[in-house]
């Protein structure tokens, strides 16, 4: 290869904010982290509930608990009928939260329709709700809490966490997010608060929303619509962040942003598979050797 | 007058968006609710802790007591010393957690250097907390709780009401808050996502903020620079909430907004006075007596 096609690859290469690394540098620095609990004889715990069939959720839970248990973390799945009712759940959950091996619980979401996805996440102690979805830990976040630790959503922590291992500043960029749920947008939005970005949150009820995709610095997309944005779309030099993650009608691994379209426009950009979604669980791990970390003689 | 100057400030009346008359309505609703309380022999109590020595906070705890009293509440100021601690704080907070008669309990705001606000509000119990600071009513608004009654920060809620009275439907229209308080700013962005607008954050540190104002539908100014936004920077139709509240140098009283200048331009627009001071006040109120309405018995 000559020189500059070299020093292309090289700059290339630059542009791709590599999730897949950065997470696994995490999950080395966690797996010897648990490795000096272990050798104190102290395990830990992760309990994650899911209830009903859903084939998607049954893959997204697989792949915490192996990835969980590939670093040392006892993590267990506990599989509960789509008919289990909110008080039998809570009685599983009160048990959890009083169990001192469990450190981290997790109830996978989407729940079934009769099942109220907000009262059930919040009956996890703070200490061990470790995807952030209690009021005490959503609250701590959306005031700018900056006492004992508390858990912040997983992928929005994720993101910010991998602009910052770029060096990508965040202060006054006009950065769009499209998506409003309570465990990507909402938290995405307090955190690039604090981190003084210009913030915009769109969704489907948007009007003219290609017009605010082309007018943003940095785009974190969210919508599980495979490659809807493309190169037409965005702005020279834009940052783009792709949360989201589909499969194709062939059945490839996509996500919103239309990569190979984008690529040489943008400054930087997620891929998928191997940006976001490793992100996401590395700081699903971390979190919960943070409950052992900032919680373990008090839980 | 002739028809047409008779039919000119007609139309120029529907453009203003009367808190004063709205926040009117609520206070004669709560005073006969407070008298049916009266006559069962029970009243409603709010404690306002001011601590140190600030003009401008004790002229709006002065207010509130003033307000509080004229329809019925119970209402006191407790005055503290620059140099209470945090500690002699919380004692006296935990107090009035306890005490039955009180329903709410405000500590105001900004605080001495030496005290932070957050641990501070979050010592109130959620159920007296009317200003929505603690993190169990924070992260309630967060996620979108669905279940018993919470307060929310009467400030933003006074805004939505308001426009909610004058049938403005704000889904999908483009919503720009300057603005980022935890009283004011984050808790309105969470009430204008619930109603499927678009919502953008700006502050201080926002470039080209210009072309962001511009480019905005409506626009919700918390700044207190008095008069900064004017006729040549609004977009035509616009809908301008003007939360700002200052002093000019002869001492009148001004908002964020131009009102004159921006009179014709926009579609709506809020007085100050006259406009969301009002509606705050009177969503506090609200908040107390709600107190007693949906806790009376459980406090």
């Avoid at 966690?30 to 069939?53: A, F, T």
């Avoid at 709700?129 to 900056?146: C, M, T, V, W, Y």
């Avoid at 915009?200 to 919508?223: P, Y």
Wanted: proline share 3%; glycine share 8%.
């Amino acid at each position: 290869m000559n020189k500059y096609i070299l020093y292309k690859l090289k700059m290339e290469e630059k542009k791709i904010l590599n999730g897949k690394n950065i997470a696994n540098e995490i999950l080395k620095s966690l797996d010897s982290q648990i490795v000096y609990y272990k050798n104190l004889g102290e395990n830990i715990g992760l309990k994650i509930i899911l209830i009903g069939e859903n084939t998607a959720s049954l893959i997204y839970t697989e792949r915490k608990i192996k990835v969980a248990n590939s670093i040392g973390i006892d993590a267990k799945l506990i599989k509960l009928s789509e008919n289990t009712t909110f008080q039998e759940i809570k009685i599983i959950i009160d048990e959890l939260n009083l169990d001192k091996d469990t450190h981290g619980i997790i109830v996978q979401l989407p729940l079934p329709k009769t099942l109220n996805a907000i009262d059930i996440c919040n009956l996890i102690h703070y200490k061990k709700d470790i995807d952030g979805l209690s009021f005490e830990n959503a609250g701590k976040l959306q005031l700018g809490f900056r006492g004992e630790y508390f858990h912040k959503p997983c992928t929005p922590s994720g993101c910010i966490y991998l602009l910052e291992k770029y060096n990508i500043d965040l202060q006054g960029k006009k950065c769009l997010i499209i998506n409003r749920s309570n465990i990507v947008g909402k938290p995405l939005f307090h955190l690039l608060i604090e981190k003084n970005a210009f913030v915009q949150i769109a969704h489907s009820k948007v009007k003219n929303l290609n017009d605010v995709i082309l007018d943003s610095d940095v785009i974190f997309s969210a919508t599980g619509n495979n490659n809807f944005i493309t190169r037409d779309m965005i702005k020279n030099d834009a940052i783009l962040i792709d949360i989201g993650i589909t499969k194709n009608i062939d059945g490839k691994i996509c996500g919103d942003i239309n990569f190979h379209s984008c690529f040489d426009k943008a400054s930087f950009i997620t891929p998928v598979p191997g940006g976001i979604g490793p992100m996401t669980i590395a700081f699903l791990m971390q979190n919960i050797v943070n409950v052992k970390k900032y919680f373990g003689n008090n839980l």
